[in-house]
Structures are given as structure tokens and as C-alpha cells.
DNA sequence: AATGAATGAGTGTTCATTCAT
DNA sequence: TATGAATGAACACTCATTCAT
């Protein structure tokens, strides 16, 4: 079903083709929009349908159950995030570089704001539901594995918690972190880092 | 039921409360237990009055709303927990015990489970609740204000944010960190404390 | 009960009379200005309490059933408005005065406007309340023995339904009938009076 | 049911109708059956589901909301009536047949009863619902129409406030009037009319 | 006499899910 | 393959009414 491209070549396969995955993604997309705006709790399937713009019944067709629909939502962010991740630290040459990331990271205005609230969603509702407690696992393993890469992983392990809980307190204060205050954390947590990697 | 009607003070004392706080504090436990089971999405007025005991119209009556129910449960919970942190540290002479307490706080088992559990799922709910902020600013500022008399503001914050972070990956992980690991981040985390102050 | 005065000499008579009555008849008002605002449909005994200003229990305490409670406030309403009808048509000297007094009756603006809506919220109630039917027949008897003295029984009869019917729709109606359209049909339908008899 | 599939025009036609219409006019025709009974104050999802012997979740499927539905129930009630309405008069060849008409509209038994109740209810409602209002003024240009094509515009007015009036008060007397009172009444309204056009 | 507490019935509404087409 | 119709369970909330004090 995947990878019939060779078999599909009359009309009605490509109009399949072009129609199924388009709508599959757009209705994930539209699934997250929904995580964002109202949290686990106010994932429903018409409210999913609403905002990607499809009929009802194309959201319980495609996702069997609310719980799938989640999931997948949550698989289509964990993937995206991880890429996002692996790619703001490509550039990273030195010490100073790595800080220069991991600041903009917690600092990161409105635009990381949608990633960082999916995030917590994504633990949240993990604690409850082992199906995604795999993702979690998953973004756990991959994102300490970027700053492995820089910093041992021991290191890797509590600078991903320091992240973590400035990110989440960034959220929610009213009076955020000064950005020096916030550079001072990361070099301080990224200090004892002996033999410099990248 | 839990005071003799002899020891009830004043009049207005013992007619007001006779049958109210019991019920009111019964049915705000009774929620915190349906919020570490279920989450603020499976808070509801049924569940929280099954739990408790008491018939449905007992809860609406005491809580005007949902919203209401839920703000107060977690009030309830920042109190208790302000209360307990605060307590944790009272025995702390010197930066080994610092470290002591943080660590247990950290790796504390099952009976920590439930304190951490209710406080992400404040936090989370606090992002789209700005009554909810509230509390989560007044608990950010009393356990940053607990940990600043040994370490000064400025690493407080931090560790505070650390310990969310790991707290979190507790939680969550399958493969918990070693004691000794979560002691090492921590005593990476008090190290810039430059003089002591307990 | 309702003519006990020589007997309630008394301290407690006295008391219970004084403040009585003027709950009672404030809880009535408020129940009208409910009925007004809200409809037979909308009068619940909390409503009435707010407005009112008065603890709930009152309400209940004073009117056994919100049944009660409803037929004294229309029954309050009928006293009330057959009092202000007859005061009316006092000055009433010539069938120019009638006319005047009448077309004043439709054409009457939002001063009029709360009791032509209680007016007819009454009269759907008594449809289907036979408590109520008494009310609408003492109200229908009044007012047409007050028209009866200028016109005669069977013209006050007449009179009567046009008035209701004109006061209807001008509480309805955006494009109100002119007044020289309501003159012309109270006119029309007082003209048949052959005899003069105020 | 009332078609046979082979009348059903398209195919379109035929699949669209095949469920719908059915269900949602006869939960229409059941609401206004509680309309009659109970009021607007008693109308309710469920007693209209019992009423019409189809499941809750069917009637909330059809209206999204409960005033949706009064009003859509509303509409199909004018509709209905406008027709009748018109073709009372479509036999109205002289001004005594139009008498009679009249004079039958005012005394009609039990039959004419559920119109009227309705009528009234719904010039209740509209006082608080503008969506309402449409109807009620729609109702009220329709019937005058009517009656203008015979009396001419002012008189129809007048003859249209005096029939309201006259049928609400024969809804709700118990010594109705006579008819020769009613016939008498008539007369008098509709005497003016210059010239006879019908 | 007066009232706050309490409760169970009932309301409108939302929803995940099933199913016929 | 895709979808509108349908349904029954559950929800938050309102309320008349009862009752202990």
C-alpha cells in the first residue's frame, strides 16, 4: 500500500495516491493544532475534522480509534521534532556554538512555543498510556543522543533535565529568565564537559 | 466526627462546621486521587463524588463549577506540598545534607509519585488556565525561596529547574538513573555556590 | 389569616407582621420582575432569591412550591393592574376622554410594556394552569366592567379583545401601528355606543 | 414510505431522502404536539425523542440546539398555518362569506385549538427570541395580506388585532361567547369596508 | 421563624463509534 | 474508498424540594 508505485499507474491509483496521504497528513497536522490549542483533553475527532477541513467521517476512517489519532499525531511530532533537533545542531563547531543553540532553545520566542507545549502534552499523557510512552522513550534517546555528541552522556543526561525544566518554567512565568541568566545555567551544566567533541 | 462537640468553640463555630469542611476537604482529596489517576481531562463531578462518597449533588453544590473544583484541589495540593517541601529542608545543615534531600527527592519512589504526577499536571493545566497560573508562580516562588537560603537566587533557579527536569524523566523512563548519577548532576548543580549559607 | 388583626396583639404577632409581609411582598416583586425578564419558563426560586436578595430558603420558606409561588406573584400582578386600569378611566368624562385614555393604552411605551408582557405570560400560563384560570377570569371580568360603564356589556366585550389584540402586536411589531391608525379603530369600535354613559 | 422508489427522481434525490426527511419532519411535528401540551417551557429533548419514537442522540443530531429546533418547529407550524390560513378564504366570494369565515376562525372547536396555542405560544417566545421574530411578523404580514385583499390594509389590521384578541379570550373563558356576539363583533370590524372587492 | 446544606431528578449538549450506502 | 446518518453513554450543570438546626 505504501509502495505500489509501479502497479498504480492508472488513473484511479493516482488519484487514490494523491488523495490518502494528503489527507492522512493534513488531518494529523490538524490533530496537533488541536493538542496545542486544548491540550489531550480536548482532542476530538470533530474538532479534528473541523480544522483540517474534512468530513467526519474521513478522521474515523483513516484513524480507527481517538486513541490512534492521537498516537500518530504524537508519532508525526516526535518525528518532525527529531529532525528539527538533529538539524539546529549541525552547525555547532565549538563550546561557544553549543551554547549559542541551547540558549536560543529555552529562549526560543512563540515559534518554539507550539513544539515545547506538544512536548509536555506528549509526557503527560504518556504517563498514562504506554502505547506512547515509546515515543517519549524515543525522543528521550534521540535528543540525548545529539548532545552526546558534544558532551559525553553523562552530561547529555542532565543537561536534556536542566532543558526541560527551563523550558517548561519558561512557559508558564510571567518574568522570564534573562537570556545571561539562562547562558550562565547551560555553561555552567555544559562546563565540566573534559574533552570538547564536536 | 473528628471533635467532640464539647471541644467546638464558639456557637457559629460548631453550627458552620459541623457538617461543611469535612465534606469540602473530603471531596478535594477525593478529586487530587481522581487527578493523579485519570489527569485533568478525567476530572469529573461523577467520578470525584464517587471517590469521595458523596452523592453527585454534593459536589456541584460545594463547587460552583468544574473549573472551580479544579482550581481548588490544586490550591489544596500547593498548600500541602509548600508545607512538605518546606519541612524537607528544616534539617539541612550542611551541603551534604542539601545534596541528601535533593537526591531523595528526585529518586523517591512511589510515595513521591503522586506529588510529582499532581504538580506536571498543574503546570500543563496552568498553560491554558491563567487562574491556574497562579499557583504555579506561587509554588515556583516558594520552593525557589526554600532552595535560595542555601544557594542564592540565581542558582535556585536553576536547580529548580533541574530537579523538574529529572523529576520528569522519572517519572517517565523505564530505565531509571542511578542514584549515583542523580547525585553527581545535583552536585554539579550546588557546586557554584560560593559561600554557604545554612 | 387574612383578618386576625384584633387577635395579633401581640409581641410575636406584631414581629412576625412586620417583617412578614415585606419579605413577602419583595419576593414577589422580584418574582415579577423575573416573570418580565425571563418568562413563566424562566422563574425559579434562585432567580427570585438573587433578584430579591433574599436567601433561597426564604423563598421556599414563604411559598410552599414554586407552583405558589407563581400563582401569588400573578395574582399580586392582577391586584395590582386592575387598580392602575380603574384609576385610569377616573377622569373619564366624554367619549373623546375614552378614546384618549385607550389609545394611550396601546400606544403606551416601555412603561406599559411590563405589564402587557406579564399581561400575556399570565394568560399562556392559564392555559394549562387552572389555578391560574381564576386570575385571567377575575382579570378579564374587571376590566370589562370598567369599559362596560362607558360602552355597555356587549361593546367592553368587543373593546376588550381589540385592545389585547392591538397591544399584542405593538409589543411585537417593529414598524409600529401610527397612532392615528390606533385611534381610528378604538374609534371604529367604541362608535357603535349609542347611549353615552359616563 | 410516501414514495415509492421508482418516483424518486435522481439518484442523488433518492440517497439523500432516503432517511432524512422522514426522521426530521416527524420530529418536528412532535415537538410542536409538546409545544401544544407543555408550552415552550416544556419543550425538551428528550420528551420530543419519546414523542416521536426515535432516540435522543437522533434529535440532536438533526438540531444542533434546542432553540434550533423551537425554531425550526415554529417555521414548519406557520408554514402549515399560512396555507390553511389562505385557503380558508379561497371560497370567499361575498362580505357575509367572509363573515362566516371569520365568525368559524373565532369559535372553531377543538380542532382550531392547537393552531391557536401554538400561535400564542409562539408570540411569547418571539417577545424574548428575536429569531422569533421573523415568524411572528412573517405570520402577521401573511395573514393581513389575506384579510386586505377583501377590507383593505387598515381595516385589516384592526380585524386581524380583534380576531387575536377573541381567540386568545375564547381559548381561556369558560362561558365562551355566543356566536351571535362574535358574528356581531365581526361585523362591526369589518362594516367600514367601503367598497367590497373580492 | 428562618436558613444553609444537601440531594436526586432532569436538562442541553458533546462525543466516540458504528453502519449503510 | 469514503461519508453522512445515526445512536447511546456520558458530561457539566440547574433546580425544586427537603431537612436539620
Redesign the pocket.
Known sequence: MERTEASTGTAEGRR?RR??PE?RTRVLDAALDVLVADGVAG?????VASRAD?????V??HFA???ELRGEAFRWYVEARSGEFEALFAAVRTPEDLVDVLVELVQGGPSRRRSAVLGFELHLAALRDPALRVLTQEWTRASRAVLARFTGAETAARLDALLEGMILHALLTTEPQSREETRAAVVAAVAPVSGWRA
Open positions: 487514490a488523495h490518502d489527507r482532542l476530538t475527532h470533530r474538532k474534512v468530513p467526519l467521517g474521513s474515523t476512517y480509534s481517538l486513541a
